[in-house]
Each structure stands twice: as structure tokens, then as C-alpha cells.
């Protein structure tokens, strides 16, 4: 470095200069250089090369330290939660193993669906045991969800299919953890298990990819408590339970202390906050999920008796789950603890805004008399054997689309951890799986549990049996998919592609097409019951496979199909299974799509180009217009 005019004594700040020349970045003391390896700049590229360009920056760049640690949080943020600030980790170790967990994963993911794209059914059922490879990885756990969870929460036009499989084996983990952790609390002695917790469970296995906890459900209830407790006060400024914590554990032991608290329980459940029996809806399965009921204010019997059980016990006072026929219960003990005569109790409504009864009034609302066991206290196992019972019975009842079959699916796999050995609904899973084509291993090992349980059913058993052995065999040896070309003479008059975002013109539905046929390949009992020969051109012209914007997939022909003049996104659960991504205009089929159907991606880019992207050129228009009438049926 040059300086001018030194004269006696100017030479020391040159002499300086001089000095702080010959320092380096490794002469820094560790603190500043962790600092400056931490800067946002940089990534983990970045920090791997700078720790291998010498010792001192190899020991600063340690595993253990601030810049690896760094590293790891910028990356994985969601992944924070899981490791205590008071505890230390080798965050180098941490970043590689979740680095590769992420690459297995992707590749785990990404040769779904070649594998099944042809196996899963339009429904979207979950795939059986293939899931057995995320777990072989022996990953930790939370590694594998965070992957799936980044996968899910990318550009929400692009990787539909990645997306489509990754949900899917989302959902699975999650429900694994979830029959874990419901297993754990029937092993539990019954007085440590509260009715709340166990409808938690349930209602975290029916909704895996929801964000539910009993955490964030106790701490609602919480509110209310503290709602009711002020009510209380009004009246009576003494009151015992104003005293109480919620750890107190205690119980009100007057007759009349008790009444007040109910009074208030009443008036805020029902009347400040308007809880109040879903008679218009009473089969919606989301009466039964505990979170949906707070957020709804509104439910069936089993779901507002949990939760005014609950509520009744953090102030102080006991009430005992009912399993009345047909419409669920509590009691309420008006006599001496441990009473065996019905009529020592009152009998709780909670559907009906907590109504007293007596004993006889119950009736009245089934309609004819019963025994006095009908009338008993039951276990938390039996509430939610009653309450995935419900959840069940309506799965049964649903119209056999995708929502109805998963529900059915997972009430059968909660029933059947809670009683395993119901026969009957171990054949209704059997036969469940074999009709949706799925996990055909598992089904051989249900029913052998069935023939060991009760040997009578062997005549079921060996029909299930044989056909599952057929299904496996053609597992192993699957057929070459079907090839269809529009240049084959028999597709000429096949005018729309894969992709194309569609509007029926006489149901005025939205759809996006994932498949056709030259002529209608229903049977003769579908022609007639759709009057499919009351179309101009009958059952001899195309029909498309289309994804319907309600969630349906429907069959629909050539001359009830048009263009839409603004393409948009179609909202069904099913189209990443066959397309890649969303390109404002139209679908992009997947690999395995444009393997079935190979010509359609040119064709389909064609007819945007034709329709939208030209018309809007030339009319200077940023939205797509009206399709050109040459392509309108």
C-alpha cells in the first residue's frame, strides 16, 4: 500500500497499515468468524467448502458449533421443535442424515407412480404395505414427515404428481403413529383414560393431515372453564370450585354446589356459546370429530356428552358416560357415591342443551322401554367403541366415493384395535380390501385371523381366499398398459387431448380430461340408465374420462363436451395421480399418462396455442378468450 508525504514520524501509521496488511481471516477470533459463517448468503455448500480449505476453518466449521447449527435451522425450521436448547448435538451429523433421508425419500416417492398408477383405483385408496419402504429406510420419523411435508408445501401448480403420492404416504406415517399412541392408552389402567383423550385419538386418525392435538383441544376447553367459573362466581363469589385448579383433581361434594356449576355449565355452553345438536345433519361424519365440534359448536349425543363431561369435571363434578340405545347420555348421581338404582340419578342430554331427565323420561325419547342395564355406567372403551361405531355406520351409508370408502377404511382399522376380534367387521375389512383391489397380503393374514376366531365362516373365507391368491398372481405378472393413438384410424374423430380443461354443456360442470375412448365402452345397463341413445350421436362417439371440479370422475360424450373459455384449476383429489403440473391454460399429463396416451401432449399444446395463447396475442387480451368455434362440439 502506497502513502505520500511521510515524514519523521508519518511512518507509524504507515507502519500500521503495514501490519494490519499481513493479517488473515483465519487470525480472527472464533466467535467473529462463526458470525461471519453465518450470514445468510451462505449456504451449506459454501460452509463444506470453506471448512476444507484449512485447519482453523475446519475446527471453526466443527459439527458441533453455531455454523453447522445454523445451517441445519435455515433449512429445516419445521424440524426446530425436536431438539431441547439446553441440550448439544453434532448439527454436522444431524444435517447429513437429513439430507439423505430427504434424497431417499424423493426417490421413494418419485417410483410410486410407475409402480401403481395402474393398480390404485380412481378413489385414491391408500397403497397398502408399498408404504413398508419408507419405514425399511430406518429413518428417524421426523425426518421422513418434514421431507414430505417440504414436498407438499412447494409451488402448488408444479410436481402434482410427487405431491399426489407424498400425501398419500403422509398420511399413512401419521396414522400409524396415531393407532401407536391409541394402543398405548388402552393399555392404561381405566381410570387414567379420559373420554377426551381417546376422542382426540380418534379424531387425529380420521384427520391425519389436520392440526390436532389434545394440547390446543384442553386449552378450548380451558377458555370455557374459565367462562363457566366466572358464571359461578356471580351467584356465589364462595363457591369451592373458583378455588380449584384444574390439578386439584377435587370433586364438589354438596348436592346444591353441584346444581349451581351445572346451571352455569348449561348457560354457556347453550346459551353465551350455542352449542346446540346437528338435527339437520345428523350424519356428517364431522359431528363426531371433537376439534370440529368446537369450531361448529354443534355435534351428535356421544360428541357433546364428551365434551360436557369434561367440562363438568374441571368444575368439580362427576358425571358417567351412558350407552343408551340410540342416543347417548350421562348420569348424574343425586344419592350416595356408588349407587346401583337407576332412578338415585339424572340422566344429562346433552344433544337436547343438557336437559334433566329421570330415568322413565329416557325412554321418551327412543320410543319403548329397556332394561335397567341400558341405564349403567361405561368405560372410556366402550365410549369410543359407540363413538367409531357411528363414524362406521356412516361410512356404510356413503355413496362409494372416495371420502365414504376412507372413512369406512379407517373407522374399520380403530374398531378393530380396539376390539380385534369382532368377526364381523374383520370380514367387512376383508372384503373391503378386496374390492378396492388393495393390500391383498393383508387380507390373507385377516382372514386366517377369522378362520382361527370362528371356523363357520370358511365357506366366506375360502371364497376371499382364492380370489386374493388370483389378484396376487396377477400382481406379479401385470398386463402392458394400453396404447392409444391418434393417428389409428379407429381415433379420428377423437377431438379433445389429455389435459384440456372442459365444460359440459349441459350439466355446466368444470373437468379436466384423463382419458378417452373412440366409441362408449360402458355396458348396455349404463347406456340406458344415462340415456346415452337419446344424444344425437348415441353411444357411437368418443367419451371422455373426465375429473369433475365437485371430485366425481364421469364418463361424458364428445358432443356434451366444450373447451372452457377460461381454463382453470380443477380441484380434485385425484389429478396429480395423472398429470405434473398446471400451466395456467391447461394440464400436463404425466409419464405414465403420455405412455397410454402418447400423441396427446403435442395435440394438447396444439389446441391451447390454437385456442388461447394466439387469440390472446393478436387481440391484445391478458386472459383467455372465448375457443374458436371450429373446436366447439
Known sequence: MA????????????????????????????????????????????????SCTCKRLYDVCHGGGKVWGHQYKLRWPRLQKNYRQSESYDWLKEYRTRHVVGLQIRRTVESFSKRFFAEVPCIGQVLGDSFAEIESLGAPEHFC??????????????????KYYAKKILYFLRQQNILKSLKSFLKRPPEQQSALEGAVLVDQYCNPLSDISLQSISTQLGEITDKIKKTVQVKNPSHPCLRATEDDNCLVEDFDLQRQVVCALNSVLFEQLQYKGNECDYYNPLNSYIHQVLIRRTGIPISLSVL?????????????????????????????????????????????????????????????????DYYCAVSTTEVLLRMVGNLLNIGKR????????????????????????????????ARLYFHLGIWPEKVLDILQHIQALDPSQHGAVG??????????????????????????????????SMGLIMKHKRSGYNCVIYGWDPKCTMSLEWITTMRVHQLPKGPNQP????????????????????????????????????????????????????????DDLEETLRTVQELYIKLNTNSGHEGPLEPQNALTV
Open 308 to 372: 360436557y363431561l369434561t367440562l363438568a369435571r374441571k368444575v368439580g363434578v362427576k358425571m358417567e358416560p351412558v350407552n343408551f340405545p340410540n342416543h347417548f347420555l350421562l348420569r348424574w348421581c343425586q344419592q350416595h357415591k356408588g349407587s346401583t338404582d337407576i332412578y338415585d340419578y339424572v340422566y344429562i342430554d346433552a344433544f337436547g342443551k343438557g336437559k334433566q331427565l329421570t330415568a322413565k323420561e329416557c325412554e321418551y325419547l327412543i320410543g319403548h322401554q329397556v332394561t335397567s
Open 3 to 50: 502513502a505520500s508525504g511521510a515524514g519523521e514520524g508519518g511512518c507509524g501509521l504507515n507502519g500500521e497499515l503495514a501490519k494490519s496488511d499481513g493479517k488473515k481471516l483465519t487470525d480472527l477470533p472464533a466467535e467473529l468468524l462463526e458470525y461471519i459463517l453465518c450470514f445468510p448468503v451462505l449456504d451449506h455448500r459454501d460452509v463444506a467448502s470453506v
Open 463 to 496: 371364497y376371499l381366499v382364492q380370489h386374493t391368491l388370483e389378484h396376487i398372481q396377477h400382481k406379479r405378472h401385470p398386463a402392458e398398459p394400453e396404447v392409444k393413438k391418434r393417428s389409428d384410424p379407429e381415433h379420428h374423430e377423437v377431438q379433445y
Open 398 to 429: 356413503g355413496e362409494g366415493n372416495e371420502k365414504s370408502y376412507q372413512l369406512l377404511r379407517d373407522s374399520l382399522d380403530l374398531y378393530l384395535t380396539i376390539n380385534p376380534d369382532n368377526v364381523q367387521y374383520l370380514l367387512l375389512q
Open 145 to 162: 414427515e418434514d421431507e414430505l411435508i417440504l414436498i407438499l408445501s412447494s409451488d402448488r401448480r408444479k410436481s402434482l404428481t410427487l
Open 543 to 598: 367419451f371422455y374420462n373426465v375429473l369433475v371440479q365437485d371430485g366425481t370422475c364421469r364418463y361424458a360424450a364428445q358432443e356434451n363436451l366444450e373447451p372452457h373459455p377460461a381454463p382453470l384449476e380443477i380441484a380434485h383429489p385425484e389429478v396429480g395421480r395423472y398429470f405434473a403440473e398446471f400451466s395456467d391454460t391447461h394440464y400436463t399429463a404425466n409419464e405414465e399418462l403420455q405412455i397410454r396416451y402418447p
